[in-house]
């Protein structure tokens, strides 16, 4: 492998198949990372989620695997923004099976034998249960990397894209990171900085590596500098301008979690028991709160996630629609070639 971080080229050589899982929260940066590993040599799904105003470059997600996502939390009473997604909700043995065989073969046939699949979609964290058991079956091993950004600049994406207010930002960050740590611990993993990943995305290249004891599957020269050219400052918005342990309700929790997934992406060591115990506060909070907040955000989800699969087919079908008139024009180009051949023919 060569790129220019002198560390990276120690790296042991990768296996012949894993699955790569950016985990995390929604507006932490998961879409930049996921990226610079597909750029890296990792695939991407063969339908991914188009930019829009809120993210121009792109989501790089599976758009069919993301509405098959918000299907399966609405099947538990859940939604992508219900900050009591986690703990896990399973549901009755049999059902569970099915859902778990459509996951296998959604991602079969978004993939299709990849070595390095790629699957970026925040609702992953939450639903890690399901989504191991279907790499399981389809033989990946897995490897998660987990980016952290500050809680409240994810607060002041949501704000603008979605209207959320800062408390029900705050808790929906902490819970989709605890569900990330949770549901990773068994599994080589990577905790990366957003900010490192804009600042010095070949050193946290290099940690991604060493923490998978494995090389990303293709980072040469021609790799690095397309990175080089996507990581630009513009990425970078909503810096945090206000104390977060002050957030009302959930801010003292969201800064203890914080403080330790901050520590884990300097490689720090950190104390088992803060997540513990701040599992357990989420888990008190959705006993007391949870009948009034996941009744409407599963509603409200139903709706989005309806707009979003007719905004994706309307996609699909303007891509198809497009491929259709070069394929017509190239036959056109192809029909006058022939008749101007019989036409000199025939003067002949």
């Known amino acids: 492998m060569t790129h220019a971080n002198s560390q990276s080229s120690q790296a042991p050589s990768a296996p012949d198949r894993a699955a790569y899982l950016v985990l995390g929260m929604h507006r932490s940066g998961t879409s930049a990372l996921t990226q610079v590993l597909a750029l890296a040599g990792a695939t991407l799904p063969e339908n991914v989620m188009p930019g829009d105003e809120h993210n121009a470059r792109g989501y790089f997600e599976p758009w069919r695997i993301a509405i098959f996502n918000d299907q399966r939390l609405r099947a538990g009473g859940g939604a992508w923004d219900d900050p009591f997604a ?8 049999r059902e569970e099976r ?9 991602f079969e046939e978004e993939f ?8 970026k979609d925040p609702r992953v964290s939450v639903l890690a249960p399901l989504w191991r058991t279907a790499l399981s079956e389809l033989n990946y091993p897995m490897r998660a990397v987990i980016p952290v950004r500050h809680p409240l600049e994810v607060a002041g994406s949501l704000a603008k894209r979605n209207g959320f207010p800062v408390e029900k930002s705050v808790l929906l960050w902490t819970s989709y990171m605890l569900a ?13 900085p957003y900010e490192g990943l804009l600042s010095d995305w070949r050193g946290q290249a290099a940690r991604v590596e060493a923490a998978h004891g494995a090389a990303l599957p293709r980072l040469d020269d021609a790799a690095g500098a397309a990175i080089d050219d996507f990581l630009t400052g513009d990425l970078r918005h909503n810096a945090a301008d206000q104390d977060l ?6 801010g003292a929790l969201a800064a203890q979690v914080h403080d330790w997934f901050a520590a884990a992406a300097r490689d720090e060591q950190r104390d088992p028991d803060v997540l513990r115990r701040a599992a ?9 709160m949870g009948v009034f907040v996941s009744p409407v955000t599963s509603a409200l989800d139903l709706a989005r996630v309806e707009a979003l699969e007719a905004r994706q087919f309307a996609a699909f079908e303007q891509t198809r629609s497009v491929a259709l008139e070069r394929q017509l024009s190239d036959f056109q180009a192809i029909e006058r070639a022939v008749d101007e051949i019989l036409s000199d023919a025939l003067d002949r």
């Open 98 to 106: 099915r859902w778990i065989s459509r996951a296998t073969d959604l």
């Open 86 to 93: 986690f703990p896990y909700r399973p549901v009755a043995p």
């Open 280 to 288: 357990e506060a989420v888990t008190e909070l959705r006993a007391t």
């Open 112 to 119: 299709a034998g990849a070595a390095y699949p790629l699957m």
């Open 245 to 250: 342990a002050a957030v009302p309700l959930v």
């Open 180 to 192: 990330a740590e949770a549901h990773s611990r068994d599994m080589p993993r990577a905790f990366v």
